[in-house]
């Protein structure tokens, strides 16, 4: 079955630190890859996707996410983190199996300290 | 382009009351759609989904039912609303290059 962990459940970095989020996933095939972030209050708001290609793919708002298919792992990078980049992250895997069906993570709250 | 909405943004309701929450879609046809629920502190749980009228399936045993009256409606239901049904509801369409959310609702359970 399919299934996304982020082990991280909360990050504090500094602003204009970097950042990672982890996540890793399980899937048979070849899986389609998804960060999403929250705002409080808010829905959610697709910040990149890894369908096939070049494993480095670059997002909104700039973040980045690499594949990296020997660790099963799709982390999340941004090089200096922002104060409005303060929200809940998401990974999710798409699966196509008798309808397209997406997989969430339980979510990394990151915050920003000034 | 799709478009999704939620209805209604926020609500309040007393313990053993019946909830309904909809969902309609702009900008396809025969859509699957999604119920998702998110709780405080935790991520996001499928609820719900279904590939067109009248099709439910459930991913997980609960106090809550849904229905898909018309091609592009999902219609989240309970008869007697618990204090665990709180939380974050929202509504999707999945599709291959990314999956569409609606704005939510912010239930709370009283």
């Known amino acids: 079955a399919q299934s996304v962990t982020q082990p991280d459940i909360h990050i504090t970095v500094s602003e204009g630190a970097s950042l990672e989020l982890r996540c890793n996933y399980s899937?048979?095939?070849?899986?389609?890859l998804f960060w999403y972030v929250q705002s409080p209050g808010q829905g959610l708001q697709l910040l990149l996707k890894y369908f096939s290609g070049d494993t480095l793919v670059q997002g909104i708002k700039g973040f980045e996410a690499e594949f990296k298919r020997s660790q099963s792992s799709f982390n999340l990078r941004k090089p200096s983190v922002h104060w409005s980049d303060a929200a809940e992250y998401f990974c999710a895997v798409g699966a196509n199996t008798g309808g397209f069906k997406t997989i969430f993570g339980a979510g990394t709250r990151l915050f920003v300290k000034a | 382009s799709q478009t999704i909405h939620q209805w209604p943004a926020t609500l309040v309701q007393p313990v053993g009351s019946p909830l309904s929450l909809e969902c309609t879609v702009e900008g396809t046809s025969n859509p699957n759609l999604y119920w998702y629920r998110q709780a405080a502190g935790r991520g996001l749980q499928l609820l719900f989904y279904?590939?067109?009228?009248?099709?439910i399936s459930s991913e997980v045993p609960q106090n809550l039912s849904a229905s898909r009256p018309q091609d592009r409606q999902f219609i989240l239901s309970s008869k007697k609303l618990l204090l665990s049904d709180s939380g974050f509801y929202l509504c999707?369409?999945?599709?291959?290059?990314?999956?569409?959310f609606g704005p939510g609702t912010r239930l709370t359970v009283l």
């Open positions: 279904s590939v067109g009228i009248g099709q």
């Open positions: 899937y048979g095939a070849t899986p389609y």
């Open positions: 999707a369409c999945p599709r291959l290059d990314a999956q569409y």
